[in-house]
């Protein structure tokens, strides 16, 4: 089935005997969605809740689950959790269910990410309501959520309130839903959070390091960007998320210098074609395209296609890649 992003999907139309499987690596994300599920069971059918891990449930145990009738209730909601760890047979017995499932119950798989190339896997995605559920990748991807969070709050926040929050809170929806709350907390009666409540209540742990890497890139200061890199990795950032980064950043560079090419102003590009760069940063982004040339994106962008597969496939490290990356990158004229 056609994934629906996490931010987008809504328990309208829930129905019971209808199956998801949640995929990502944002827990909040995750337990948001399936707290939504359940309470839509909850309202419909009163439903029993049954909870089970993948890498703990056996065979036998899952039949008996799946095949039974609930005795407390009329309805039956499975949240399966850790499912990625299930070993083939668990795997097979819960694919061959969800091929003909049970109108009175329904299950809720939950995988930080699958193989979909393994037969099970692929009927498990064929037959269920697939939600991804993946942190953001960059600060600006933070906005529909702070829309939807201010929305439930009854706040609002200015412009560069809004700018600068998504540029200093960490890049997982749980540091960014506790930083909000904080917010609204300290802005107490007031509907409006401030630019002086974000700079009081929210640290810098993350803008530091990403403009200084988006500056190391731009700059072509090679020594400057493995410091950062290797800061980032041991943060636990994830090495795709970095990946993303400077992928990122790269379209953001090609953008500029076609629109260059094609006598576009730079105070044009900067107020009406960067728009997923913060206003703050634009001038800089301008600067560092002067660093680079049309003629050497497709080089730069063979390099991280390569990686994207290296580091999805390949046995080396994921620090090694980016590295080597890196390196190619800034490095090769």
């Known amino acids: 089935m056609t994934p629906v992003s996490a931010l987008e999907w809504t328990p309208q139309g829930v129905e019971l005997g209808q199956n998801f499987l949640l995929l990502g690596e944002d827990a909040w994300l995750v337990d948001r969605i399936s707290d939504q599920i359940r309470l839509k069971f909850k309202q419909i059918a009163a439903a029993e809740l049954v909870i089970i891990y993948g890498d703990e449930v056996k065979i036998a145990e899952l039949n008996d689950l799946l095949d039974s009738y609930s005795i407390f209730s009329s309805a039956k909601l499975i949240l399966f959790r850790n499912a990625d760890m299930l070993k083939k047979p668990e795997l097979d017995c819960l694919a061959e269910y969800l091929q003909d499932p049970s109108d ?193 994106m497709p080089g730069i962008f063979a390099t991280l296609l390569e990686t994207d597969s290296q580091i999805k496939l390949s046995a080396a490290s994921d620090s090694v890649l980016l590295t080597a990356c890196i390196v190619k990158l800034l490095e090769t004229a």
């Not at 994830?238 to 006598?263: D, E, G, M, W």
Request: net charge positive.
């Open 104 to 296: 009175v119950q329904s299950v809720i798989v939950m995988a930080d990410r699958i193989d979909a190339r393994v037969a099970g896997w692929k009927k498990i995605k064929d037959s269920c309501q697939i939600v991804t559920c993946d942190p953001p990748k960059w600060g600006s991807q933070l906005g529909p959520w702070l829309n939807q969070e201010l929305e439930t709050l009854g706040k609002s926040m200015s412009s560069k309130a809004r700018e600068l929050f998504m540029s200093r809170v960490e890049l997982d929806f749980a540091n960014a839903s506790n930083e909000l709350h904080k917010l609204a907390l300290l802005a107490g009666d007031r509907k409006q959070i401030t630019e002086q409540d974000v700079l009081r209540a929210v640290g810098v742990s993350r803008v530091g390091t990403q403009i200084d890497f988006y500056r190391s890139l731009g700059n072509r200061q090679t020594r400057q960007c493995m410091e950062l890199l290797e800061k980032m990795l041991a943060s636990e950032w994830a090495s795709l998320q970095v990946l993303s980064l400077i992928i990122r950043f790269y379209l953001t560079i090609y953008n500029i210098l076609l629109l260059r090419k094609n006598h576009i102003s730079p105070s044009e590009i900067s107020r009406s074609h960067l728009m997923e760069v913060f206003q703050s940063q634009r001038q800089e982004f301008l600067r560092f395209a002067e660093n680079y040339s049309l003629s050497q």
